[in-house]
Nanobody, 128 residues
Framework: QVQLVESGGGLVQAGGSLRLSCAASGRTFSRYAMGWFRQAPGKEREFVAAISRSDGSTYYADSVKGRFTISRDNSKNTVYLQMNSLKPEDTAVYYC?????????????????????WGQGTQVTVSS
């Protein structure tokens, strides 16, 4: 089992940047593919980005492609989401999640049903 703790959220003006971090407990972080999801008020939770166990494969939602970058540091048990050119529609609670069944080189999943472990979320608010 792994515990996930997100940080780095906050209030930013449109066009600005934030970097979210998700720290994982334990010594088996490299066993998990990792994903970021978000949930805006009154909306369903949606996929944002994911990264394979090996850091060799990433996958993005069309809405964030070219603006957001997911990365991981297995030596620090941490996954990051660098968010640039933020828009008001990016306002949401952002969650990181861990997929324990991914193979080393597998393309990471965009389905939240694949992810067994979730953090508590961090609020990102983008003002216009």
């Amino acid at each position: 089992q792994v515990q996930l703790v997100e940080s780095g959220g906050g209030l930013v003006q449109a066009g600005g940047s934030l970097r979210l971090s998700c720290a994982a407990s334990g010594r088996t972080f490299s066993r998990y593919a990792m994903g970021w999801f978000r949930q805006a008020p009154g909306k369903e939770r949606e996929f944002v980005a994911a990264i394979s166990r090996s850091d060799g494969s990433t996958y993005y939602a069309d809405s964030v492609k070219g603006r957001f970058t997911i990365s991981r540091d297995n030596s620090k048990n941490t996954v990051y989401l660098q968010m640039n050119s933020l828009k008001p529609e990016d306002t949401a609670v952002y969650y990181c999640a861990a997929d324990p069944r991914a193979n080393w080189w597998s393309t990471p999943s965009a389905s939240e049903n694949t992810y067994d472990y979730w953090g508590q979320g961090t609020q990102v608010t983008v003002s216009s």
